[in-house]
T-cell receptor
Framework: QKEVEQNSGPLSVPEGAIASLNCTYS??????FFWYRQYSGKSPELIMF????GDKEDGRFTAQLNKASQYVSLLIRDSQPSDSATYLC???????????FGGGTRLMVKP | DVKVTQSSRYLVKRTGEKVFLECVQD?????MFWYRQDPGLGLRLIYF???????EKGDIPEGYSVSREKKERFSLILESASTNQTSMYLC????????????FGPGTRLTVT
């Protein structure tokens, strides 16, 4: 059974701080890694994806992947109250057909 | 912009009823997916389809079936709804197996009484 684990939170950070969201996965053959943001009552929206080891930056967001440790993280710099949401980590299987989602981490950014 | 639409935002059905949930995407995506989302359990894949008339079971297919007669449309069918199928149902699509980014519809909150 493939597993993707996330701390459910809530993770509370003050406005302007760096929020660090973590995710571990069990399938060593996983190829692609995604971060989705889901506001309360809304559907998930893709914010970042990463395929290779290392860091990938997009604006205030940085995704980090360490395949040896089976670990992927999302850093949000200069956190804003509008970043308050649940962040879902998702991982593809070997064939890349299916995504397995973690349970999500609820982030709260306090003004 | 990719647009994925679902037939209903809210649905209330009785135990034993046959339920149809419909999903339509307008970006000519090959892959379509049905998930359910429950508190504490995250998103779980029910079925997916990578082509017209093709379907694959996901992690929790029991009690569900699907139909994909046209590329843009993917239906989820609950043959005999039960209370444990009360959930948020999310449809998603992606361009192809080489593009893993999935785009989600707004969701259908189904309540089975």
């Amino acid at each position: 059974q493939k597993e993707v684990e996330q701390n459910s939170g809530p993770l509370s950070v003050p406005e302007g701080a760096i929020a660090s969201l973590n995710c571990t996965y069990s399938d060593r053959g996983s190829q692609s890694f995604f971060w989705y943001r889901q506001y309360s009552g809304k559907s998930p929206e893709l914010i970042m994806f990463i395929y290779s080891n290392g860091d990938k930056e997009d604006g205030r967001f940085t995704a980090q992947l360490n395949k040896a440790s089976q670990y992927v993280s999302l850093l949000i710099r200069d956190s804003q109250p509008s970043d308050s949401a649940t962040y879902l980590c998702a991982v593809t299987d070997n064939a890349g057909n299916m995504l397995t989602f973690g349970g999500g981490t609820r982030l709260m950014v306090k003004p | 912009d990719v647009k994925v639409t679902q037939s209903s935002r809210y649905l209330v059905k009785r135990t034993g009823e046959k339920v149809f949930l419909e999903c339509v995407q307008d970006m000519d995506h090959e892959n379509m997916f049905w998930y359910r989302q429950d508190p504490g359990l995250g998103l779980r894949l029910i079925y997916f389809s990578y082509d017209v008339k093709m379907k694959e079971k996901g992690d929790i297919p029991e009690g569900y079936s699907v139909s994909r007669e046209k590329k843009e449309r993917f239906s989820l069918i609950l043959e005999s709804a039960s209370t444990n199928q009360t959930s948020m149902y999310l449809c998603a699509s992606s361009f192809s197996t080489d593009s893993y980014e999935q785009y989600f519809g707004p969701g259908t909150r189904l309540t089975v009484t």
